[in-house]
């Protein structure tokens, strides 16, 4: 029965079918061309607009034939469940859908081109934050599900069509408002996906018991009865994914912190964490051997902090309606007191009201003073504008200055403040006008008269490997250079702009780059490496110890002449302590399984030790005892 | 008395308009239901219910003497359903249809099924939108009839068709069936062609049955009286049963349900000059209580 009914589905679709597969294969041809601009206009339309297209007239197909040819009298006399035929109906359907799903995923797969170009295939702005990849699935699904729902109710194809594609329409809306609400109480990257999952079952359900239980033959009793039911799933899904949400992130949901954020200062170790949903600053604290919260939230999305002085500064969603991926610059003292806002996009006194503040905000060494970038849109002049600030953290004396950038550029992150000789290092990336990577570059901006400078082209960025130093004096970063294509690993005087080349190879293969508290050396990491440099003699010594293959565990010790180093030995984990020469003067065995990187943060005779997904602990390097302190 | 369905207080209403109330019914097996009434008076809403496509408000049905409810669905196996108008999906061909019906039957009889296309004259390869009204009657009794059904109901399937085709049909397939021992409910409202083959009467009016019996028992109890007489007859015809009575100065036409003995007698002692006591047929019983 269900292969007559899946045959009869796929007979009545078989023209919509039929177009897929005609725009998959110009897709295909398209690949085999050098066309990539209009391979990618294409596919993205076929995304964008033909998935959910087709989808919609799928789903909206559902009963139409019964409705047109009035067999739905047949039908029903047969024997069969009501909630069996829907069922089948569904799934034969369904298919049609997945297959469309299915030979565009494989030719993704065989198609390297058409692969390259979806990964670079951006969507609007309003999405980003939303929409990855595996979205343009989930919606045309949704759209499915919807239109397959309503097409019970009426006899006109057309009419459920259109009137499936409000409903989604006026649903994202409500999502969006929704994500609004819970981003700013709680960070949960799921929630697109579990809100299209409560949608979907909400119309499932809704159809299935008025198809299941009312009479098709009344077509205003069965749209009330319908629309009442769906209606109640909807706000019970709601009401239960945001209990669901905040209960399990409340309760059971993850705690960890991200070391690739985390700073070394005065002796403690601060870092952003994610905290059952919450996102903040916290910090190792020497003195009570304990983990501190410093700030009460932080982004979600942005996760740099800046310290200098007394002061940290970092990012925190602002309330600007339609765009709840913006943040705000708060500050707050190192010790978590007198935390406040600094900079607010959605204040209308601010001169910075609905700019975009950029990745990278920096406080001068003194913790006196901030710098941030912000981005905005001019529509009249269609011009992307961004602006340098400067100001004191109380407030007063803002400047500020227009910056201008050739080329399609994204990505701004600011790496250095040269405050005395009025210069700013940051970083952006070059993309094409198709949104294809070009380069990362580094610049140097002269606040004074504007100019710009390239000072690294093709920078090679790693989370770990693009590092101010602790003096905020020197800026080691790796390039690959032209024409030569050699990667080089480079240490930047940020005062005098003299760059010295560290290490250079094919490919650098860098991992981590650690800098000793006074600045003067630095410890980094290739696959299987460990490398030392001593800035004042020039000096570069490989480490004899062999590394632990995830090369982030290992650092400098606050007397900046020891250095710590996870070792493997005879299938164990041991903590190696050596001088800078590197002769081993102690190791200790690591009591824990290590799977996957372990960070290390070199203290005063302590170590912090974070396990991948895993607990922090601090190790006595005198006493050798452990403590797990989060 | 060997219950095959048995109707207790149904009731449906569309909006406003109670189409049925309190319906009750009872079929024997192996009989042939004849069930009359005019337009709109609920008869197809009535098999609907009976086949599960819509639901009742209120009310009990039982097949074999088993309650079935709106969701049920394996009584439907030994049922086999004409509807007023043998609607099937237009796009496939007959062969399609028989093969997608069949799916939904286990007792499918394929032979059969080919042997009537065979006796209808019917390509199996004909697109059912191309078919005649009187083509497609004909796939609706494959289509029934090849599952073997033990009780057929049909919904007024001859409306529309030309004669010979009605005659076909009733007279070939019908008689054909009763006489195997199908149980048949047959809905229709061209009341004369159901004369020669039912076997119970049930006049559907006012959502409800209005009579419900065996037909040759009505046939001989149902009569026209036709008097006359040298004075009015006005308010002096006091006898029970009287299902119309049409008063014309001295003549009288009345028709009485169950014609006795005693109401005989009982009119004979009016000073009549004349009095004619004629049998009715089919259709003129359906008019008077329908009327």
């Known amino acids: ?630 | 008395m060997k219950e095959i369905l048995a109707i207790k207080n149904l009731s449906k209403s569309f909006g406003k308009k109670m189409v049925l109330e309190n319906f009750n019914l009872i079929m024997e097996k192996g009989k042939v239901y004849g069930l009359l009434g005019i337009n709109g008076e609920g008869k197809t809403t009535l098999i609907r219910m009976i086949m599960g496509v819509i639901p009742p408000d209120d009310g009990e049905i039982f097949f074999k003497n088993k309650k079935i409810s709106f969701r049920d669905d394996s009584y439907k196996k030994e049922i086999g359903f004409i509807a007023e108008e043998s609607i099937f999906y237009s796009w496939m061909s007959i062969k399609e249809l028989l093969s997608f019906n069949a799916s939904f039957y286990p007792k499918w009889n394929t032979r059969k099924a080919n042997a009537y296309l065979e006796k209808f004259s019917l390509d199996p390869k004909t697109r059912i939108r191309h078919l005649s009204r009187g083509m497609k009657l004909k796939l609706g009794l494959i289509v029934t009839l090849a599952s073997e059904p033990e009780f057929l109901i049909l919904d007024d399937p001859t409306s529309g068709l030309d004669v010979p085709t009605r005659h076909d049909f009733l007279k070939e397939i019908i008689k054909e069936l009763s006489e195997a021992g199908t149980t048949i409910l047959f809905s229709t409202h061209i009341v004369h062609e159901i004369e020669g083959i039912i076997d119970n009467l049930g006049i559907l009016k006012f959502g409800n049955l209005i009579l419900d019996e065996d037909f040759h028992e009505l046939k001989n109890s149902v009569k026209r009286v036709l008097l006359t007489s040298d004075e009015s007859l006005e308010d002096k015809i006091t006898i029970d049963g009287v299902i119309t009575q049409k008063i014309n100065g001295t003549q009288c036409e009345i028709v009485v349900y169950p014609w006795t003995e005693e109401k005989k007698k009982k009119i004979e002692a009016l000073n009549l000059n004349n009095m004619e006591v004629k049998p009715m047929n089919l259709e003129e019983i359906f008019i008077s209580f329908a009327s």
């Open chain 1, 1 to 630: 029965m269900f292969l007559k009914i899946l045959l009869k589905e796929w007979r009545e679709n078989i023209l919509i079918f039929s177009l897929a597969v005609i725009l998959m294969l110009a897709l295909v041809v398209l690949n085999l061309t050098d066309l990539k601009e209009l391979t990618l206009n294409f596919s993205g339309m076929f995304l964008i607009f033909f998935l959910p297209f087709a989808a919609l007239l799928i789903g909206s197909s559902g009963f139409y034939s019964e409705f047109k040819d009035n067999a739905w009298v047949y039908l029903f006399s047969r024997p069969i469940k009501k909630e069996v035929l829907w069922v089948l109906k569904f799934i034969s359907l369904l298919s049609i859908l997945l297959v469309i799903f299915l030979m565009f995923f494989i030719a993704r797969q065989f198609l390297p081109g058409l692969n390259e170009v979806l990964d670079n295939f951006a969507f609007p702005q309003e999405f980003r934050g939303i929409l990855s990849f595996s979205m343009y699935f989930v919606i045309p699904l949704v759209a499915f599900v919807i239109s397959f729902s309503i097409s019970i109710l009426y006899d006109r194809q057309f009419v459920i069509f259109f009137i499936s594609g409000l409903i989604g329409t006026v649903l994202m809306v409500i999502y969006q408002q929704y994500l609004l609400f819970m981003e700013r109480v709680y960070y949960y990257p799921g929630s697109f996906k579990i809100f299209s999952l409560f949608i979907a079952l909400s119309f499932i359900l809704a159809s299935l018991i008025t198809f299941v239980k009312y009479d098709f033959s009344q077509m205003g009793k069965k749209i009330l009865t319908f629309s009442k039911f769906a209606v109640l799933f909807l706000v019970v899904s709601l009401v239960l994914s945001t209990i669901g949400i905040a209960k399990g992130e409340l309760f059971t949901g993850s705690k960890d912190f991200y070391p690739f954020s985390s700073l070394k200062y005065e002796g403690d170790v601060y870092t952003y964490a994610y905290q059952r949903g919450i996102s903040r600053i916290i910090k190792y604290d020497s003195e009570s051997d304990r983990m501190e919260k410093i700030s009460e939230k932080s982004s979600h999305t942005r996760s740099r902090f800046s310290i200098g002085g007394e002061n940290i500064i970092y990012l925190r969603e602002a309330r600007l309606p339609k765009k709840y991926w913006l943040n705000n610059i708060w500050i707050v003292n190192i010790d978590g007191s007198g935390e406040k806002p600094l900079v607010e996009i959605d204040n209308p006194d601010s001169p910075v009201y609905n700019h975009e503040i950029l990745d990278g905000n920096l406080l001068s060494s003194d913790g006196k003073e901030v710098i941030f970038l912000t981005y905005l849109f001019d529509k009249d002049a269609r011009k992307k504008i961004i602006t340098v600030w400067w100001m004191n953290v109380n407030g007063s004396g803002i400047k500020k200055k227009k910056l201008e950038f050739p080329g399609n550029y994204w990505g701004f992150q600011l790496l250095a403040w040269s405050e005395p000789e009025n210069h700013l290092i940051l970083m952006y990336e070059v993309k094409s006008q198709t949104f294809k990577p070009i380069a990362k570059r580094v610049v140097l901006v002269n606040l004074e008269n504007e100019s710009q400078r390239t000072l690294f082209e093709n920078v090679i960025e790693g989370i770990y490997t693009l590092r101010t130093s602790p003096t905020y004096d020197h800026l080691a970063l790796a390039s690959r250079g032209e024409p030569d294509g050699k990667e080089r690993l480079f240490i930047l005087n940020l005062k005098t702009l003299e760059k010295k080349t560290v290490f250079e190879a094919d490919l650098l293969k860098l991992w981590a780059v650690k800098w000793s508290q006074d600045g003067r050396k630095i410890l980094f990491s290739r696959t299987n490496e460990l490398w030392a440099y001593f800035l004042d003699e020039n000096r570069l010594q490989k480490v004899s110890q062999r590394n632990y293959g995830h090369e982030v565990g290992f650092d400098w010790l606050a007397d900046n002449k020891r250095f710590v180093l996870i070792v493997p030995v005879d299938g164990e984990y041991h903590l190696s302590v050596l001088s800078e020469d590197s002769k081993e003067e102690k190791r200790i065995k690591i009591p824990y399984p290590v799977e996957g990187p372990v960070f290390a943060w070199g203290l005063n005779n302590n170590v912090l030790l974070k396990f991948r997904m895993g607990p922090l602990f601090r190790l006595d390097l005198e006493t050798e005892k452990w403590k797990k302190v989060y």
